[in-house]
Structures are given as C-alpha cells and as structure tokens.
C-alpha cells in the first residue's frame, strides 16, 4: 500500500511539472536546460577542452572606443555592414537587431532609440536598405517570452552595445533571447559586440567573480577589451600564472577600435591597432603573441596562419 502511494505521489509530481515547464512561453528553466549543456554551437569545443569559433555564422570582437558616444564614421560599420550583407540576397534589406543593455545609463526611452537608430541608418545604409529594432530587458521572464523576441526571427546582424557584460548574462544568458542569438549565427548571421559586447561571445570573463560565464559563442576563450589604452597587456598573462584559469582556455586581448573577425575557428584581426593572444600552458610561464591589422590566428590548433594576399577591408 505504501509502496503504491509513493508511486502514484511520484506519478502526480511529473505530471505537475509537465504541466507547469511544458509551456516555453515564460519559462526560463526549460530554455535553460537547453541551453546549459550546448553552450550555442561549441557544445563539441568545451566537452573536448578546445577554444572553437561558431559552426556557421560570423562574430565580430570591437575592442572599444575611447568616446562615451557612438559615432556613424566609426571604420568598424563597414566591415560590419560587408560581413553582414553576405548572408543576405543582394537588394534584400539588413534586418538590424541592437542590444544596449550593457549600458547602466539607458532607460530605452524613445529619443534614445530613435538616437541610435539615425546613427545606425547612417552607418549602415551605404549598400542598401536597413531595418532596425531594439531587444531590452533586465527581466529574465520577458527575455523567454515569444513575442519580446520576435525582432530575432529576421536578423542578420545583432549589435550588442558596450557597458558592464554582466548585465547582458544576467537578462538574457540561458534564455530564450540567448537561443535566437544562437539561431542568428545559424542562418549565417553577424553578431557584433563593442567591449562588454565582445566580452560576453567568449566562454567566462575575466574580471567577474568565480564562475560567471558568457554566451560561449567561442568556447574556452576569455576576452579582455581596452587592453593598451588601460594597461591591460599583462592581465591576462597574469591570470595564468597564478593558475587563476585553466590551461584549456585561450586568452583574447583587443585594443580599442580593433576588430576580431571570427569564423569557424579563424580570427582575422582589422585595425591599426593590436590584438594580444595568451596561449597558457600546463607547465612554465603563458606564451603571448601579438596580432596586427590583416594577421590571422587558428583557435583549435593556436597557431598563426599565414595572412590573406589582400585585405578586403
């Protein structure tokens, strides 16, 4: 008899939490279960403890600016504007999706939309049409509801906008926003992030407490931004060397106003700036490398690869 009970009260849980996590309008938890164990499209680089770039898409690093204010003649909006054009039919509009809740200071009224939309026309608009709209929230509920993420469904190009990277994990990381960023880079999309916005497409941060990670577009990678202009160049190296991170993760150091193309598991470096590779190892002192403008760099094997004969940028 007893056995019996414990039985139909076991029976009567499961149907109680079907019917409470089947539905995927708000609730955080089965997206979350999702999302958790495949960590986007790299779920094959972290099992096997290797630094991978996304199956398919692109990924664009910027390592900030100097400036509080977004500029339209920033040299980065073309690249991202090339790069982002090539998964979509010529004459076909660029479907923009910006993501500023990095910024502690927005309160996504409507003169700041239409701010960064003017800019974003402007910077955007020299190879045809541009449709852009806004993704903002700090409730994770509203991050997993269908409709909040609808503007996802068509975008070929997200901008995630710098600020402090733990805002953008703790709103949308293993939720239903982050699994339409994922689908982005499955359809061939662009996703592009200034500062906190590069910070959050590797696996962890560097600079938060333990365990906060990103939205591991790149797996095993950490990224560090501002380098030069804040003295970051021997951070990570340091990091290493106390064994603060483990010798599977890669460290990515971008300078401002540099950009890190990733594709696959190749990172083309864009600017006149640098990029600063730590490759720790298991024993003895992190090697350290330094990428300039037109260099390229293989994240699996960490090696650098012989640069393109011409830099189309």
């Given at each position: 008899?007893?056995?019996?009970?414990?039985?139909?009260r076991a029976a009567?849980?499961?149907?109680?939490?079907?019917?409470?996590?089947?539905?995927?309008?708000?609730?955080?938890?089965?997206?979350?279960?999702?999302?958790?164990?495949?960590?986007?499209?790299?779920?094959?680089?972290?099992?096997?403890?290797?630094?991978?770039?996304?199956?398919?898409?692109?990924?664009?690093?910027?390592?900030?600016?100097?400036?509080?204010?977004?500029?339209?003649?920033?040299?980065?909006?073309?690249?991202?504007?090339?790069?982002a054009r090539k998964?979509?039919?010529?004459?076909?509009?660029?479907?923009?999706?910006?993501?500023?809740?990095?910024?502690?200071?927005?309160?996504?009224?409507?003169?700041?939309?239409?701010?960064?939309?003017?800019?974003?026309?402007?910077?955007?608009?020299?190879?045809?049409?541009?449709?852009?709209?806004?993704?903002?929230?700090?409730?994770?509920?509203?991050?997993?509801?269908?409709?909040?993420?609808?503007?996802?469904?068509?975008?070929?190009?997200?901008?995630?906008?710098?600020?402090?990277?733990?805002?953008?994990?703790?709103?949308?990381?293993?939720?239903?926003?982050?699994?339409?960023?994922?689908?982005?880079?499955?359809?061939?999309?662009?996703?592009?992030?200034?500062?906190?916005?590069?910070?959050?497409?590797?696996?962890?941060?560097?600079?938060?407490?333990?365990?906060?990670?990103?939205?591991?577009?790149?797996?095993?990678?950490?990224?560090?931004?501002?380098?030069?202009?804040?003295?970051?160049?021997?951070?990570?190296?340091?990091?290493?060397?106390?064994?603060?991170?483990?010798?599977?993760?890669?460290?990515?150091?971008?300078?401002?106003?540099?950009?890190?193309?990733?594709?696959?598991?190749?990172?083309?470096?864009?600017?006149?700036?640098?990029?600063?590779?730590?490759?720790?190892?298991?024993?003895?002192?992190?090697?350290?490398?330094?990428?300039?403008?037109?260099?390229?760099?293989?994240?699996?094997?960490?090696?650098?690869?012989?640069?393109?004969?011409?830099?189309?940028?």
């Amino acid at each position: 008899m007893n056995q019996n009970r414990r039985i139909n009260r076991a029976a009567l849980v499961i149907i109680l939490a079907i019917a409470v996590f089947g539905s995927t309008e708000n609730s955080s938890v089965a997206l979350s279960v999702n999302d958790q164990y495949r960590e986007c499209n790299n779920s094959l680089g972290q099992e096997k403890h290797e630094t991978r770039g996304p199956e398919s898409g692109c990924l664009i690093l910027h390592g900030g600016g100097s400036g509080k204010n977004i500029s339209p003649d920033d040299p980065s909006f073309p690249v991202i504007e090339k790069l982002a054009r090539k998964s979509i039919k010529k004459g076909q509009a660029l479907n923009v999706v910006v993501i500023p809740t990095a910024k502690p200071k927005y309160k996504d009224s409507k003169k700041e939309r239409e701010t960064l939309k003017s800019i974003g026309q402007k910077a955007l608009g020299s190879f045809g049409s541009v449709n852009i709209e806004f993704i903002h929230t700090l409730d994770r509920k509203k991050a997993n509801q269908v409709s909040f993420c609808k503007p996802l469904e068509t975008a070929n190009l997200v901008i995630i906008l710098g600020g402090y990277p733990s805002r953008l994990t703790k709103a949308y990381r293993g939720t239903r926003v982050h699994r339409m960023l994922d689908q982005v880079l499955k359809r061939n999309g662009v996703i592009a992030g200034a500062s906190a916005g590069a910070i959050v497409q590797g696996s962890n941060f560097s600079r938060a407490p333990a365990g906060e990670r990103g939205f591991g577009w790149i797996s095993n990678c950490i990224v560090d931004v501002h380098v030069t202009k804040r003295k970051r160049q021997k951070y990570l190296s340091n990091k290493f060397e106390q064994k603060k991170f483990g010798s599977r993760y890669l460290g990515v150091g971008i300078d401002e106003s540099m950009l890190v193309i990733v594709k696959q598991d190749i990172i083309e470096v864009v600017g006149k700036k640098r990029v600063h590779i730590t490759n720790p190892s298991r024993s003895g002192s992190p090697k350290m490398l330094t990428l300039r403008d037109g260099d390229r760099y293989h994240l699996r094997d960490r090696k650098r690869l012989k640069p393109k004969p011409e830099n189309p940028w």
